[in-house]
């Protein structure tokens, strides 16, 4: 019974300040189909057609904490930019696919 003791005293006061100190750092997520994501908004800056991907100044991206910036964006479907140009104001949804940047949904804004 002691040697099962001391593990669970020391995860019990050891893991509460390791989550509080960690509170701050965003995990990359995948977003469920039936989660009610907020659109971000942005200005296409560049595109690589070829390459499928965009360049974004964009505002927060709240699904995964990212805060206002400019950025390249790898586009899941490059297909998808055949209805812009740079300079075109666009509503956008990014997550992260096989652990990188993707913008997975764009539209032109209203």
Not at 43 to 54: L, P, R
Not at 65 to 86: H, I, N, R, S
């Amino acid at each position: 019974m002691k040697q099962q003791f001391l593990p669970m005293l020391l995860a019990a006061l050891v893991l509460p300040a390791y989550a509080a100190d960690h509170a701050g750092h965003a995990m990359p997520h995948t977003v469920a189909a039936a989660d009610k994501v907020q659109l971000a908004e942005g200005t296409i800056k560049k595109m690589n057609k070829a390459a499928g991907k965009v360049t974004l100044a964009h505002g927060p991206i709240e699904n995964i904490g990212m805060g206002a910036m400019t950025m390249a964006f790898k586009v899941k479907e490059p297909k998808q930019l055949d209805a812009f140009k740079p300079g075109d104001k666009v509503r956008f949804q990014a997550d992260y696919v096989g652990g990188e940047m993707v913008v997975t949904h764009i539209e032109a804004a209203r």
